[in-house]
């Protein structure tokens, strides 16, 4: 029902929100709006367009239940948004930050770079301890200054219980990071609930967004933890004063954003925001759940020849499910896929099929009767 939200072509069956989604038709007309007004009156309406910057701010600070919007910062992407937190805090020698041993390279690498200043990355294998939460829980120390997750992980699908793990962070003065870029569009978030003081989500997977244009959201409590990297005029309190001889930095998160916006970003982004409050987190949640539930199904019917390597349990798995074929290689499988139009990754040592709430069950069905039984 939603299909006609997107142009997609009508041969592709496209499972890869987890990677790059596309983009919805409300999204490509206000990308197309916005090169033609560039090109007719160049930046005249530039008054508008912060109009709609910060209103993409209050779509993102509604979506996350922030507090404030001037909570919410626009940075490059989530990688980036990421460095901001790692090189911003003051650490000491000693110190550590808790990882899992599950994360993607940006929540990975940037932790482990703290090495040149004595900073321990520690990984928890969430194999180890009874939850996942307790596995993390348990690799904090008393020299542990902060604990970065994701909220859904890119390979496995596991998805984290956040509000289980920002108490643990809070109870023990533990910085809390989230990497929402798996489940931001996808899964309800709630940073208040969650605890979170800094989460971070470029908008191209479950956002429906263009590469290139992150939210990062720091906690006003937490803003002032961070020293800043990158300075220019549009970080500064008046911003817009630049015969000003002396300045002092924004007060809101807008001092994360050295220059000028990614204009194009916004125009996208708002309009795919647009859509997704249209429909809705629930409604989005629960659409995209039940096609986890689905591709569940199926392989549990097939025990013999596909293992799932998503976790099943309720709260547990978000929009992606990753499977490993048995009786041949997960790559000849994909190759196959990808000849047959069926769009997904490699991913775990396995399949990764990544739909959203517009895939119909049609599709869905289509691409699971090219798995051979
Ligand atoms: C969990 C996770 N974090 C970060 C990234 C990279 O995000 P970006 O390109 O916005 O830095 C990805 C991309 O797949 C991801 O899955």
Redesign the pocket.
């Known amino acids: 029902m939603y299909e006609s939200e997107f142009a997609l072509d009508e041969d592709l069956v496209y499972l890869n929100h987890?990677?790059v989604a596309p983009w919805p038709r409300c999204t490509a007309d206000a990308v197309r709006a916005f090169a033609d007004e560039n090109a007719t009156f160049g930046a005249r309406r530039y008054t508008d367009w912060m109009a709609t910057e910060a209103d993409l701010k209050r779509q993102l600070q509604r979506l996350i239940n922030a507090r404030s919007d001037a909570e919410i910062a626009l940075l490059?992407?989530?990688?980036?948004?990421?460095s901001v937190v790692a090189y911003g805090l003051d650490w000491q020698a000693g110190d550590n930050v808790v990882i899992t041993n599950q994360?993607?390279?940006?929540?990975r690498l940037v932790w482990e770079s703290l090495a040149k200043f004595r900073v321990e990355t520690r990984h928890a294998d969430l194999a180890q301890g009874d939850t996942a939460e307790s596995a993390i829980i348990a690799r904090m120390n008393d020299r542990t200054r902060l604990v970065a997750v994701?909220s859904?992980?890119?390979a496995t699908g596991l998805q984290l219980d956040l509000t289980t793990l920002g108490a643990a962070c809070r109870e023990r003065g533990v910085l809390f990071c989230v990497?929402a870029?798996?489940s931001l569009g996808a899964l309800t978030l709630d940073v208040q609930a969650c605890q979170a003081d800094f989460v971070?989500?470029?908008a191209?997977?479950w956002l429906l967004g263009p590469?290139g244009i992150?939210l990062f959201y720091c906690r006003h409590a937490a803003m002032d933890l961070l020293d800043l990297k990158q300075y220019g005029w549009h970080m500064i309190e008046d911003a817009l004063n630049f015969d000003a001889a002396t300045w002092e930095i924004a007060g809101s998160a807008r001092r994360f954003e050295c220059g000028s916006p990614n204009m194009t970003g916004v125009h996208a982004l708002h309009a795919s925001l647009g859509l997704i409050e249209r429909v809705g987190i629930p409604g989005i949640q629960e659409r995209i759940l039940d096609n986890s539930r689905f591709l569940f199904d199926f392989f549990n019917n097939l025990t013999g020849s596909y293992r799932l390597v998503t976790p099943q349990a309720a709260g547990r798995y978000g929009g992606i499910v990753t499977f490993r074929p048995l009786r041949q290689s997960a790559a000849s499988l994909y190759e196959r896929l990808q000849r047959k139009n069926v769009i997904c990754a490699l991913r775990g040592g396995g399949i990764r099929f990544s739909p959203h709430f517009y895939t119909s069950r049609e599709k869905l069905a289509h691409a699971l009767a090219l798995l051979p039984p």
């Open positions: 987890a990677a490059k992407n989530t990688s980036e948004a990421l994360e993607f390279p940006s929540n994701s859904v992980q890119y990497d870029i798996q971070m989500a470029d191209h997977k590469e992150a």
